[in-house]
């Protein structure tokens, strides 16, 4: 097979190709080119009018090596792109054939394209923090570029201003910047002024950026953000925390093996509400492929599923004789509402009608036909017997190896010249160490021929079954041509990745005395994460309140821990802070974060017996002044000692609060 090679984006670079007659036959006059009827769709740039190799002749079972030389683009994003060989040769006889041959190149892109985003904004007024109505202010914003390439021609815009809200003073609304380099930040000042009629705390504005990069490419992105006004009354409103039904369908059981038609299976789910209201008219239905019957009712309805309620549900099914061989789709569908009539009539709240879907995919083999038509009747089939990827389903962004089972169905036709095609919707599988083709010679009668090939899963296929096509074409004995079309079905699911930033907390405190601990976490993957949960673990510690419950962690969301922590013990003591969560199937997952702490016991200065105070010597028995070192460890000194230990921690914990609450503004403010 042909090893996908990988290229780096920018280079000059040589494709090799192994170019193999399999036939029983010389060819000759054979024509190799690369498809350039789509240039764009290409990663690669070259000079020639047209990308052809000619050879004069290629012996039977011989090979030889094709190459072309071609410069790959240089801004074109990290990936895998197909490229279509074509062929065409002429045999003994001079009958003419043309053939095509997809292949796969991977590139990789060190360089990352210019992204310029609003890193932070501040505000200064002679006013205090917040500027009045009426009152001029000055606001800088940090421009930062997180991409490797500079950012270019860079163009700011202030959006949101008007006359009875906050409008420009001493500059115009638009500034430019000549270039950011990348990972560097860069200040846009502006001078603004509140108008005296402005009404309310909060203005918001928006910064447009546009910019290019090294090849001229326009990018553009807006960043709202709210200015803070102090008003002389303000007033607070209370916060209402809205309260709605969430169900998740978890512990699902349907068949892995084959189903045969004409026989009956069943598949078991249960559902559970992880919100904080109870679900109405909670209705489940599921629905089939041609081929599959429900054989108990298709729709199930209850009334109201309370807040942390589970119920299993079952429903069986029947593979209809007339089944086709193939891998058959089965979707559940749950419907629900978060009001019943009459709340609505009471609160004159319309019921939010809510849903959620899952699918499974159950492989049914067809009913061979008892008898076989007459020779010159037959047809001759073939058709995958069995496939298998491994005990667990493939993941988005890894390889994985498909083995296939292929089956001449016919009791008396051979078949030969056999060529099967695969491809995927949306690209989804990528074949990586071979075309997309294989060939097989010949199969006898009822044989069967294995084949496997290694598999990409797109990084952002979404977690569900997706189909792989395969297209046969062959013919028998007699020369006859055939074409033929099989799909079956694979699970994709998505890695979870919950990332945790950098713990911050003391390394070195006393016995018993309160620490703060803060960390950062993220849910870096595509996947949601459920139930997550965030605890302390460990021994020698207690901590306050240090069961936090996340719920459903989003992806792209981020969120934080922090707890109280206080030593019981003294050396040094190890813990953990553990995340459990679990995936769309239920299955529990466990992340942990250690931390050490270096405890030291508490020391408590001892009062002099004889009614001096601490430190003091007796009268006269030495000269003021001498052995004025030994001092520093009496028992006034280490009580100083031990209160600016005490006032550093004291310090620490108003700065995670003051941190907290500013985290907490933020998240306001964004809402």
Do not use: W
């Not at 500027?131 to 202030?158: C, I, R, Y």
């Amino acid at each position: 097979g042909i090893k996908m090679p990988t290229f780096n984006a920018g280079d000059d670079v040589v494709i090799s190709l192994p170019i193999v007659n399999l036939s029983q036959i010389p060819a000759k006059n054979i024509t190799v080119s690369i498809d350039t009827s789509d240039v764009n769709s290409l990663p690669f740039t070259f000079e020639q009018i047209n990308l052809t190799r000619k050879l004069d002749s290629l012996a039977s079972g011989k090979e030889t090596t094709v190459t072309f030389n071609v410069k790959i683009k240089p801004y074109i994003p990290d990936g895998i792109y197909p490229v279509k060989i074509n062929y065409e040769y002429l045999n003994s006889a001079n009958n003419s054939f043309t053939d095509s041959e997809t292949i796969y190149i991977k590139i990789v892109n060190a360089q990352t394209p210019p992204k310029i985003i609003l890193e932070r904004f501040s505000v200064y007024s002679n006013d205090g923090e917040n500027p009045l109505p009426g009152s001029l202010f000055s606001l800088s914003l940090e421009l930062k570029n997180q991409g490797s390439s500079p950012a270019k021609d860079v163009k700011v815009s202030l959006k949101g201003l008007s006359n009875d809200g906050i409008f420009v003073v001493q500059s115009a609304d638009t500034k430019y910047v000549t270039s950011i380099d990348g990972q560097t930040t860069k200040k846009v000042e502006y001078f603004l002024h509140v108008a005296e009629n402005f009404k309310g705390n909060n203005a918001l504005l928006t910064a447009r950026v546009e910019y290019t990069d090294d090849s001229g490419k326009a990018y553009s992105d807006e960043y709202q953000f709210f200015i803070k006004i102090t008003q002389i009354e303000e007033e607070e409103e209370e916060e209402k925390v809205e309260t709605v039904p969430e169900l998740i369908l978890k512990n699902m059981e349907y068949p892995h093996e084959q189903i045969n038609a004409g026989e009956e299976f069943n598949i078991k789910f249960s559902l559970e509400n992880i919100g904080n209201d109870t679900a109405y008219n909670v209705k489940i239905s599921v629905t089939c492929e041609d081929g599959v019957l429900p054989i108990s009712t298709s729709t199930l309805v209850v009334d109201e599923l309370g807040k942390s309620q589970v119920k299993d549900f079952s429903f069986d099914f029947y593979a209809k004789e007339s089944a086709v061989t193939k891998n058959h789709l089965i979707t559940v569908t749950v419907e629900y509402e978060n009001k019943i009539d009459e709340v609505k009539e009471e609160t004159g709240v319309k019921a939010e009608k809510l849903s959620l879907t899952r699918y499974a995919g159950v492989y049914i083999k067809a009913v061979e036909e008892e008898k076989e038509e007459e020779e010159t009747k037959t047809v001759p089939k073939i058709i995958i017997n069995k496939y298998d990827f491994g005990t667990e389903s493939p993941k988005a962004g890894e390889n994985f190896v498909l083995r296939l089972t292929f089956l001449n169905t016919s009791k008396i036709v051979p078949i030969r010249n056999i060529k099967i095609t695969f491809t995927s919707k949306d690209g989804i599988f990528i074949p990586t160490s071979s075309s997309n083709t294989f060939f097989i010679e010949n199969m006898n009668v009822q044989q069967t021929a294995e084949r496997e090939v290694e598999l990409f899963v797109k990084s952002d296929a979404p977690a569900k079954s997706h189909t792989l096509t395969l297209s046969f074409d062959y013919e028998d004995e007699k020369g006859t041509q055939y074409s033929a079309t099989e799909e079956i079905s694979i699970p994709v699911t998505q890695e979870l990745r919950l990332e945790i930033g950098q713990l911050q907390m003391p390394t070195d405190t006393m016995e018993g005395q309160p620490i703060p601990v803060f960390v950062d976490f993220f849910n870096m993957g595509k996947s949601t994460l459920y139930n997550l949960m965030v605890s302390l673990e460990g021994e020698g510690f207690t901590g306050e309140n240090s069961d936090y419950f996340v719920g459903n962690f989003e992806s792209g969301r981020s969120d934080y821990y922090e707890v109280m922590l206080t030593p019981t013990a003294t050396g040094e003591i190890t813990g953990n802070i553990l995340f459990t969560f679990e995936d769309e199937t239920g299955k529990k997952n466990e992340v942990r974060k250690e931390f050490k702490l270096n405890v030291m016991p508490m020391r408590v200065p001892e009062m002099p017996v004889d009614g001096g105070y601490p430190g003091s010597e007796f009268p006269g028995k030495e000269i003021p002044g001498q052995n004025q070192g030994n001092k520093l460890f009496t028992p006034l000194n280490i009580g100083i000692g031990a209160g600016a230990l005490l006032l550093i921690i004291v310090i620490i914990t108003i700065i995670v609060v003051k941190k907290r609450r500013a985290r907490k503004a933020e998240m306001m403010l964004d809402e």
